[in-house]
């Protein structure tokens, strides 16, 4: 989602001119200014991950017209939910991208970084907390090693999603200040989503969406949900009946 702002154009947008570092290239919400000259293969690997936003996307829009899910439908939200936020953050904070950008929209917080650490985060949180995973497994997914838990980028969802805020610094595209901020805010999103999903109202509303939608596999949470125990009935007090009486 791209909103111009005036306060957020470069001088040579203001002037009518075209951009002159490079061109913008991507789709959507995986973008990223291709530089005219000084071109290496670590340009290459920036591109890959600026459009891993998108890829995200993809892959659960593909995987969950494969499942059905309600875990993937949950994550399709979750993407929109970083959108949202970080286009009002943009709308209020109106801070340029820094110099050699070919973006003309407002840069704090990086949008990339909201949304790839925002899932990394969630990811993890589901992973740190799932009964049914093995602690190898758990080690795998998390980068987690060694005698005291310690957290590396070396996840399997962290060597794609992690790296997307430098790769943002190498096309001049934000500042490592907007990519903090974004990755902050990311962060607090997943804690914020995560929270939600495992409330009851949530639970509620995956059993109403199974209910309303019978072709919706609930393969949320890990664990499986579990059933709440019926409410075991309380016998009336003793003087209950003499009360009555005494009442009329």
């Known amino acids: 989602m791209s909103v111009n702002v005036p306060a957020c154009l470069p001088d040579w947008a203001q ?10 290239s991507g789709l959507l ?53 970083t959108v949202v936020v ?7 904070i109106k801070q340029r991208r820094p110099v050699g950008s070919c973006s003309v929209t407002c840069g704090m917080p990086s949008g990339h970084t909201v949304a790839t650490i925002g899932t990394f985060v969630w990811i993890a949180l589901e992973v740190w907390a799932a009964k049914c995973m093995e602690p190898k497994q758990k ?36 500042s490592w200040d907007q990519v903090l901020v974004g990755a902050v805010v990311g962060t607090l999103l997943a804690v914020i989503w995560y929270g939600f999903l495992t409330s009851r109202l949530a639970w509620w509303l995956i059993k109403l969406l199974k209910a ?30 003499t009360r009555e009486l005494k009442s009329q």
């Open 29 to 81: 919400l995986g973008n990223w200014t291709w530089p005219d000259q000084g071109v290496t293969w670590i340009h290459y690997i920036g591109a890959f991950y600026s459009f891993m936003p998108m890829l995200v996307i993809f892959g659960i829009l593909i995987y969950g017209l494969w499942t059905r899910g309600v875990r993937e439908l949950f994550a399709f939200i979750f993407q929109g939910l």
């Open 139 to 174: 080690a795998l997914v998390l980068g987690v090693a060694g005698p005291m838990p310690t957290a590396s980028p070396c996840g399997v969802p962290g060597l794609p999603l992690i790296p997307v805020g430098w790769s943002r610094v190498l096309f001049h595209d934000h």
């Open 15 to 24: 002037e009518g001119k075209s951009c002159p570092y490079g061109s913008k």
């Open 212 to 241: 309303w939608v019978p072709f919706v596999e609930v393969n949320y949470p890990i664990d499986g949900m579990t059933e709440e125990a019926p409410w075991a009935p309380q016998a009336p007090p003793a003087d209950y009946g």
């Open 86 to 92: 970080m286009t009002a953050m943009k709308l209020i």
